[in-house]
C-alpha cells in the first residue's frame, strides 16, 4: 500500500514537472521559434533562389549553437547540484564557460561553410557567406553564453529544477537570433565599414573575454571533448542542411512548413534534451540500475504528450503567419498533428539510450545527450516534415 501511495506520488509529481514546469518553457520557446519562422519564411524564397548555401548550412548553425549552449546548460545545472559554482553570473567559472562556448561555436561554422561551399560552388557568395557567418556567430555566442547562465543559475535560485527549463529555453533563443542575425548581416553586409567596425568590435570583446579566463587542464580537456563531439555533429547537420536544401522546392510548395521549420525541430530537439539533461544528472547522481523501467516509460510518455497540444498550437500560429506575412493559403495539417506526439516518442527513447550509452562509454553524458539528440532531431524533424509535405502535395 505504502509502496503504491510513493509510485502514484512519484507519477504525480512527473506530470506537474512535465505541465506546469516543462510545458510552459516549451511554450514560450514555441512562440520564440515563431520569431526566427517568421524571418526564415519571408525570405524562404530569396535564400533558396539567391544564397542557396545558407540552406545547406542553417540547420547546422542553429542546431550546433543549440548543442553547444545547451549542453553547456547542462554542465551548469550538474555543476551548481554538486557545487562547483556558487549560483552567481559573476562567478569566474560562469564567464570562463562562455568564453569555451564561443572558441566551440566557430570551429564547426567553419566545416559546415565548407560542406555548404563544395555543394552549391558559387566563390562569391561563399566568401560572402563566410564572413557574414562568422561575426554573427561572435555576436550569437555572446547573448548565448550570457542566457545560458541568467536561465541556470536563477531558476536553480530559485527552487526550480534547471534541467527541465535552461536547455529548452536556451536552444528556442539560438533559432530565434540565428535567422534575424545572418539575415541582418546579409543586409549590412554590402555597407563595408559599418560591417568592419562591428567585426572589430566583436573581436575586441572577445580579447577581453579570453584575458579574463584562466584556462586550466580541466577546461582544455573539457575542449577538446565536446570539440571533437561538436566537430563531428556539424558533419551530420550538413546532412540536414543538404536535406532542406534538396527539398527546399517541395517545402516552399507547402509555405506553412518554412514558417513552422525552426518550431518543429526546435520543440522535437528541446523534449528530447529535457529528456537526455534529466537522465545524465541522474547517472551523475544516483546511476540507474535497471535501463528499461516502468518511470523512464511514464516519464518519456509524459512527455511525449507535450507535443500534442504544442503541435495544434505551432499549427494555428504557422497558419496565420503565413496567411499574413507569405499571403499565401495555409491551414490546419492533421496528418502532422496526430503524428507528431508519436513522432516525438521515439526521438525520446533515442535521448534517453544515448546517455545511457555516452555513459557506459566513460563520456561525459552532460557533453553528449543533448548535442547528439538535438542533432539527430534535426535529421528526423526535417525528414518528417520532407514527409508531411509530401502527404499534403499528394
Known amino acids: 500500500?505504502?509502496?503504491?501511495?510513493?509510485?502514484?506520488?512519484?507519477?504525480?509529481?512527473?506530470?506537474?514537472?512535465?505541465?506546469?514546469?516543462?510545458?510552459?518553457?516549451?511554450?514560450?520557446?514555441?512562440?520564440?521559434?515563431?520569431?526566427?519562422g517568421a524571418f526564415l519564411?519571408?525570405?524562404?524564397?530569396?535564400?533558396?533562389?539567391?544564397?542557396?548555401?545558407?540552406?545547406?548550412?542553417?540547420?547546422?548553425?542553429?542546431?550546433?549553437?543549440g548543442n553547444i549552449f545547451g549542453a553547456?546548460?547542462?554542465?551548469?545545472?550538474?555543476?551548481?547540484?554538486?557545487?562547483?559554482?556558487?549560483?552567481?553570473?559573476?562567478?569566474?567559472?560562469?564567464?570562463?564557460?562562455?568564453?569555451?562556448?564561443?572558441?566551440?561555436?566557430l570551429i564547426p561554422v567553419l566545416l559546415l561553410w565548407l560542406v555548404g561551399a563544395l555543394k552549391v560552388r558559387n566563390v562569391d557568395v561563399a566568401i560572402a557567406v563566410l564572413l557574414i557567418v562568422l561575426v554573427s556567430t561572435i555576436y550569437a555566442s555572446l547573448f548565448l553564453g550570457t542566457a545560458t547562465a541568467i536561465t541556470t543559475v536563477l531558476p536553480y535560485k530559485k527552487g526550480i529544477d534547471p534541467d527541465s527549463v535552461a536547455a529548452p529555453i536556451i536552444t528556442s533563443v539560438a533559432d530565434l537570433i540565428t535567422i534575424p542575425l545572418l539575415v541582418g548581416f546579409i543586409l549590412l553586409y554590402p555597407h563595408k565599414q559599418?560591417?568592419?567596425?562591428?567585426?572589430?568590435?566583436?573581436?575586441?570583446?572577445?580579447?577581453?573575454?579570453?584575458?579574463?579566463?584562466?584556462?586550466?587542464?580541466?577546461?582544455?580537456?573539457?575542449?577538446?571533448?565536446?570539440?571533437?563531439?561538436?566537430?563531428?555533429?556539424?558533419?551530420?547537420?550538413?546532412?540536414?542542411?543538404?536535406?532542406?536544401?534538396?527539398?527546399?522546392?517541395?517545402i516552399d510548395s507547402v509555405a506553412i512548413?518554412?514558417?513552422?521549420?525552426?518550431?518543429?525541430?526546435?520543440?522535437?530537439?528541446?523534449?528530447?534534451?529535457?529528456?537526455?539533461?534529466?537522465?545524465?544528472?541522474k547517472l551523475h547522481l544516483e546511476g540507474i540500475e535497471k535501463i528499461i523501467n516502468l518511470d523512464i516509460l511514464k516519464e518519456i510518455t509524459v512527455y511525449s504528450l507535450l507535443a500534442l497540444p504544442l503541435g495544434i498550437v505551432g499549427n494555428v500560429i504557422g497558419m496565420e503567419l503565413t496567411k499574413l506575412l507569405l499571403h499565401r493559403k495555409a491551414e490546419i495539417i492533421p496528418h502532422?498533428?496526430?503524428?507528431?506526439?508519436?513522432?516525438?516518442?521515439?526521438?525520446?527513447?533515442?535521448?534517453?539510450?544515448?546517455?545511457?550509452?555516452?555513459?557506459?562509454?566513460k563520456l561525459d553524458?552532460?557533453?553528449?545527450t543533448v548535442p547528439t539528440i538535438t542533432t539527430l532531431s534535426d535529421v528526423f524533424s526535417t525528414l518528417f516534415i520532407v514527409g508531411i509535405a509530401k502527404i499534403v502535395v499528394g
Open 1 to 36: 500500500m505504502a509502496l503504491k501511495i510513493r509510485e502514484n506520488s512519484i507519477t504525480s509529481g512527473l506530470i506537474k514537472d512535465a505541465f506546469l514546469v516543462s510545458f510552459p518553457a516549451l511554450l514560450l520557446c514555441l512562440l520564440l521559434d515563431f520569431f526566427a
Open 336 to 361: 502532422f498533428i496526430l503524428l507528431y506526439p508519436v513522432f516525438v516518442f521515439s526521438v525520446l527513447w533515442f535521448a534517453y539510450f544515448l546517455a545511457i550509452v555516452a555513459d557506459r562509454a
Open 194 to 250: 559599418t560591417f568592419i567596425a562591428l567585426t572589430v568590435v566583436s573581436i575586441v570583446i572577445l580579447g577581453i573575454l579570453r584575458g579574463y579566463s584562466k584556462l586550466n587542464r580541466e577546461d582544455l580537456k573539457f575542449l577538446r571533448e565536446l570539440l571533437t563531439i561538436i566537430g563531428g555533429l556539424a558533419l551530420l547537420s550538413s546532412i540536414t542542411g543538404s536535406l532542406l536544401e534538396s527539398y527546399s522546392k517541395l
Open 365 to 368: 553524458p552532460d557533453n553528449v
Open 72 to 105: 553547456m546548460a547542462s554542465r551548469f545545472s550538474t555543476m551548481l547540484y554538486l557545487g562547483e559554482i556558487s549560483p552567481s553570473l559573476k562567478d569566474r567559472n560562469v564567464l570562463k564557460n562562455i568564453f569555451l562556448s564561443i572558441v566551440l561555436s
Open 257 to 281: 512548413f518554412s514558417v513552422m521549420y525552426p518550431m518543429v525541430l526546435d520543440t522535437t530537439g528541446n523534449l528530447g534534451s529535457i529528456i537526455g539533461a534529466k537522465t545524465s544528472t
Open 41 to 65: 519564411g519571408k525570405f524562404f524564397t530569396l535564400i533558396r533562389t539567391e544564397y542557396p548555401i545558407i540552406l545547406v548550412i542553417l540547420p547546422g548553425l542553429m542546431g550546433m549553437r
